[in-house]
């Protein structure tokens, strides 16, 4: 009897002696790899658009309305009074845009030209900015958490732009250093409908100006 528990206790030894290293084998050991970040994604205006709509009043939501101007299709008009911004269409029509303004003291009028464009842009406050407000960046990269919004038209060689804004609750207000605001969804809009040389006319505070001669 002893002879055969000893046997079998043999056998079983000689089993697990073979069959353990073919199984490790069958399954070695892989590197660790670690896992990658997914790339972050790129902004987008949707949210603020949904954001926008909940707060603007209503007159200053995009809009087509009629309006007489001598100014030829594709001109904008920056009607500062009326913190509206139109893109003459032709035939008595524009598209109007609600926008804000420079504070008292920062505002202008003239007549300027779209000389470059940018989606998400740097933000670079000029020299006459800092000199006045000295805490703030001298930098700052785009995206939406940059004062300059989804969008930027840069007027002529002026300081000037009109952009996007991160704060939509500003439209319709007087609070900027100059550059006309728009929400991140109207400045993309606008952005699309206009190129380089784009004719831009920048009425003045004073007095109502239903159109330009």
């Avoid at 660790?32 to 603020?48: G, M």
């Avoid at 845009?97 to 008292?104: A, K, L, N, P, T």
């Avoid at 920062?106 to 464009?117: D, I, K, L, M, Y």
Wanted: aromatic letters at 8%; charged letters at 15%; proline letters at 9%.
């Amino acid at each position: 009897m002893n002879t055969i528990f000893k046997t079998a206790a043999a056998i079983v030894t000689l089993v697990a002696a073979t069959t353990i290293p073919a199984s490790a084998n069958q399954f070695p050991l892989l590197p660790f790899v670690p896992l990658q970040a997914a790339p972050a994604p790129a902004p987008t205006v949707q949210d603020d658009a949904i954001e926008s709509r909940a707060e603007l009043p209503a007159r200053f939501r995009r809009q087509i309305v009629e309006y007489r101007t001598n100014e030829p299709a594709g001109t904008i008009i920056v009607d500062t009074p009326n913190t509206y911004l139109y893109l003459v269409l032709g035939n008595g029509r524009a598209m109007r845009y609600g926008i804000g303004v420079g504070r008292d003291g920062f505002t202008w009028s003239g007549v300027q030209t779209v000389t470059r464009r940018a989606e998400w842009p740097d933000w670079h406050p000029p020299a006459e900015m800092i000199a006045r407000q000295p805490y703030l960046p001298r930098y700052m990269a785009g995206g939406p958490g940059n004062p300059m919004g989804a969008r930027a038209l840069y007027l002529g060689s002026t300081i000037y732009r009109i952009h996007g804004t991160n704060a939509p609750h500003t439209i319709g207000q007087r609070v900027s250093s100059g550059c006309i605001r728009m929400t991140n969804e109207d400045v993309t809009d606008l952005y699309n409908r206009v190129s380089l040389g784009t004719r831009v006319v920048v009425l003045p505070q004073t007095g109502r100006h239903a159109s330009v001669r």
